[in-house]
C-alpha cells in the first residue's frame, strides 16, 4: 500500500471525516476537537509525510483524551 493511502487509512480508523476534497489538499476533520488534517494530493506523497500525519493524528488523539473522550 503506498504511503498516502496508509495516511487515510490510519486517519480514518482513528475516526476521522474527509471534510473536503480541495485541488493540492484533502482535509480531515476530527469531529471530536474540530481540528483538521491537511493531506496532500501530491503523488509525491512520501514516508516522511506518511510519518508526519501519524504525528498529527497522536496529537490529536490526546487532546481527546485530555477532554475525556
Known sequence: MNPRKQ???AL???GF??????ANHDLYLDPVTKE???LS?????SDYDLKNT?????QI???RKGMGQ
Open 41 to 45: 494530493r501530491s503523488s509525491h506523497f
Open 7 to 9: 495516511a487515510e487509512a
Open 54 to 58: 501519524k504525528r498529527e493524528i497522536a
Open 36 to 38: 483538521f488534517i491537511p
Open 17 to 22: 471525516v474527509l471534510f473536503r476534497n480541495g
Open 61 to 63: 488523539i490526546k487532546k
Open 12 to 14: 480514518k480508523e482513528n
